[in-house]
Nanobody
Framework: VQLQASGGGLVQAGGSLSLSCTTP????????VGWFRQVPGQERDFVAA????????YHRDFVRGRLTISRDNAQNTVYLQMNSLKPEDTAVYYC????????????????????WGQGTLVTVSS
């Protein structure tokens, strides 16, 4: 079972994109979902996470106020709304999911997550 991340593309600085993460398989509503990003040659970095109910949201400081995670369990989809984009936001964005039965609270750690998407490239031009 794999997640499907989509919505990446090329945008000018200050612009917006909306990323989506879904799966044709298990109901995403039972999973904590996180977004990570990776610049070539660098470590994959935590961006944001949301619990299965959507009540708890976590955002890294450097994206807070610009990138916002949300979910629609009826649509089996988690979103990352990206506003006021900067060139330094350029990266491949990955979504990841961890079933609520396995969740240990370490939403910012890659090893917390059991399912990963293939990544979607976001390029922000200056």
């Amino acid at each position: 079972v794999q997640l499907q991340a989509s919505g990446g593309g090329l945008v000018q600085a200050g612009g917006s994109l909306s990323l989506s993460c879904t799966t044709p398989g298990p109901a995403l509503g039972r999973y904590v979902v996180g977004w990570f990003r990776q610049v070539p040659g660098q470590e994959r970095d935590f961006v944001a996470a949301i619990t299965w109910t959507g009540r708890e949201l976590y955002h890294r400081d450097f994206v807070r106020g610009r990138l916002t995670i949300s979910r629609d369990n009826a649509q089996n989809t988690v979103y990352l709304q990206m506003n006021s984009l900067k060139p330094e936001d350029t990266a491949v964005y990955y979504c990841a999911a961890d079933h609520q039965a396995h969740y240990s609270g370490r939403y910012n750690e890659q090893y917390e997550y059991e399912l990963w998407g293939q990544g979607t490239l976001v390029t922000v031009s200056s």
